[in-house]
């Protein structure tokens, strides 16, 4: 009885860290549209305290560079982002997909999971205003269906050294 207990308490620890997560709707695909510039990082203020930075690389990977603290301001996530130590390759809910096509820009990112819940997946999609600036309108929730009105507006920073794509995930 007591082994019984103690396989099903290792069981549940293996199956609640192993890391599922749900496919994402987008395929990888180059961006070869050069209506965004991509020599830096697009940010939008969350709130009146955080920052959303997003990392878009040529061959289509979108990095989610974390909600920064608005009071620190550019320079510190600068600093953060130039440091060629910081992409964790290991982290799931970092990475996505992104695709332009024409004015229309479509992101796939991976939700915070939940305790023992797969990633899931949400997929934002705006407008390209100009190369510094995209909007984004809509946000669907890819296992619910639920579909939300947005207006995240990402305007561009430049950034020298930006972190490497690589990662286990997107491939």
């Known amino acids: 009885m007591v082994r019984t207990i103690y396989f099903y308490i290792f069981f549940f620890l293996i199956v609640s860290c192993s890391v ?3 496919l994402p709707t987008l395929q990888l695909k180059e961006n070869d549209s050069e209506r965004l510039l ?41 600093e953060t ?37 797969k990633y899931q997946t949400y997929v934002d999609k705006g407008q390209v205003v100009n190369e510094r600036k995209f909007i984004i309108t809509s946000r669907k929730y890819i296992k619910t269906g639920k579909l939300e009105a947005r207006r995240d507006t990402f305007n561009f920073r430049p950034l020298s050294i930006k972190p490497d794509s690589t990662n286990n995930f997107i491939k």
Request: charge should be positive; avoid cysteine; hydrophobic fraction near 30%.
């Open 81 to 117: 982002f130039s440091k060629s130590y910081i992409n964790d390759k290991k982290t799931g809910y970092i990475w996505g997909l992104y695709i332009v096509d024409g004015n229309h820009i479509t992101i796939e990112r991976y939700l915070t999971p939940i305790y023992a819940e």
């Open 38 to 78: 991509l020599n830096g990082y697009y940010y939008s203020k969350l709130d009146s305290v955080f920052f959303d930075v997003i990392f878009l690389y040529k061959n289509g990977i979108v990095y989610q560079g974390g909600n920064p603290d608005i009071k620190d301001g550019f320079k510190n996530i600068d």
């Open 20 to 22: 599922r997560r749900q």
